[in-house]
């Protein structure tokens, strides 16, 4: 079946424009994570939702940065007015929780390079 | 907090070498344990995985097997394969985590020669 696909996958943006980033996680999958992957602080988690609510938001570096997810599915991550530092490989993530499984499936990313 | 800690690379190695690279954390209670890798120009994917101490997780050829005692996760191969040149993450699912999220270690580079 399909995996988790995000898009765009490479995205160019200047200091101070917003910008989304678009998950789409596998089908029937109610659990969703957003990671940041950049050169400097490795593979760190932004958010997790558990359906359309999400209960873990620790991760989200600033209150310019905000998701949400619709219909248990499709999620947006949306950066406000952005910054040098936010550039890094936008990865997303989904599992079903199956079990008392945390098993993950990761999206190709989305490369952010902000100028 | 929960943390996770591993060899840094990058490892060079010839063909058919044997392969360590060595993973430790720090978590309150039992943690999920995994080894995830990212071969180049690719996503993430799971390479394997060990929820209770003493299990050993297997694919590929790579085994790590699940330490209480010594709070260890180590990934091992008895003979790489140029193909297996990738960058590997030890991450690890804590019992407290809501939901499951993963907290991974810095990420070893593999480089295998012909």
């Known amino acids: 079946g399909a995996g988790v696909s995000q898009s765009p996958s490479n995205k160019v943006t200047e200091k101070g424009k917003d910008v989304e980033l678009r998950c789409d996680p596998i089908?029937?999958?109610?659990?969703l994570y957003w990671y940041r992957q950049s050169l400097g602080q490795g593979l760190e988690f932004l958010i997790y939702f558990q359906g359309n609510s999400a209960p873990d938001k620790s991760g989200l570096p600033s209150d310019r940065f905000s998701a949400e997810r619709t219909g248990g599915s499709v999620s947006t991550l949306t950066i406000q007015r952005t910054q040098q530092e936010d550039s890094a490989v936008y990865l997303c993530?989904?599992?079903?929780?199956?079990?008392?499984?945390?098993?993950?499936?990761f999206g190709p990313g989305t490369r952010l390079t902000v100028t | 907090g929960d943390s996770v800690t591993q060899m840094e690379g990058p490892v060079t190695l010839s063909e058919e070498a044997f392969l360590t690279i060595n993973c430790t954390y720090t978590a309150t209670g039992y943690p999920s344990l995994f080894w995830y890798v990212q071969y180049p120009g690719e996503g993430l994917q799971l390479l394997l995985k060990?929820?209770?101490?003493?299990d050993k997780g297997s694919n590929k050829g790579f085994e790590a097997t699940y330490r209480k005692e010594t709070t260890s996760f180590h990934l091992e191969k008895g003979s790489v394969q140029v193909s297996d040149s990738a960058v590997y993450f030890c991450?690890?699912?804590?019992?407290?985590?809501?939901?499951?999220?993963?907290?991974f270690g810095q990420g070893t580079e593999l480089s295998v020669k012909p």
């Open positions: 060990a929820t209770k101490a003493d």
């Open positions: 089908s029937g999958h109610t659990a």
């Open positions: 993530a989904s599992s079903s929780l199956a079990g008392g499984s945390h098993e993950q499936y």
């Open positions: 991450a690890l699912s804590g019992i407290y985590n809501q939901g499951g999220k993963l907290i």
